[in-house]
């Protein structure tokens, strides 16, 4: 790969890690509100998921930060700037599709329970895309890149298995 690629490659793998935190993150609060959903309303519910994301969010932003001035020791200039934030907010995408199912739920066409458990099944679908997306170009074979898919939704499991855990 030569020097010029590896900028947008290096910006997209940000991009994707910031992705999996906000869609893990998403996942770890939908999971926390189905456990309490029996005494949820559906605006509770969203702004719940919003303020928590967007405060992930903005501690991603500003830990990019911190770490470009530990190690520039200078101030991000424009459009380094702008790129952290892109990458940081960006990753708000991630529960869209949490956001319009309890927004559906608040027009009355779907319970909260059910808006919960679409989310929760529309965020582990999102982690195994992102996890396809990872290893699709990964130069092995067709069975290596299911084991590698395989793991990556084994520890994918494991996570929600312990977020449930937690939630109890």
């Not at 934030?85 to 559906?104: C, D, E, K």
Request: glycine share 8%; aromatic share 6%; proline share 2%.
């Amino acid at each position: 790969m030569n020097a010029t690629a590896q900028p947008g490659v290096s910006r997209r793998a940000e991009a994707l890690k910031e992705r999996v935190y906000v869609t893990f993150t998403g996942l770890a609060v939908v999971l926390a509100l189905a456990s309490h959903s029996e005494a949820l309303a559906p605006g509770a519910a969203a702004t719940t998921l919003a303020i928590t994301v967007v405060g992930t969010l903005l501690a991603v932003f500003v830990a990019d930060l911190v770490s470009h001035l530990a190690v520039h020791a200078k101030t991000p200039t424009r459009s380094e700037l702008s790129h952290m934030a892109r990458v940081s907010f960006g990753a708000f995408g991630a529960i869209v599709f949490p956001l319009i199912f309890i927004a559906v739920a608040a027009l009355g066409r779907w319970s909260i329970e059910t808006a919960l458990r679409a989310s929760t099944l529309a965020l582990i679908v999102s982690l195994v895309l992102i996890g396809y997306l990872a290893v699709r170009r990964v130069k092995m074979a067709w069975w290596q890149r299911l084991i590698a898919l395989g793991a990556e939704c084994v520890l994918g499991a494991a996570v929600v298995g312990l977020e449930l855990l937690a939630h109890g």
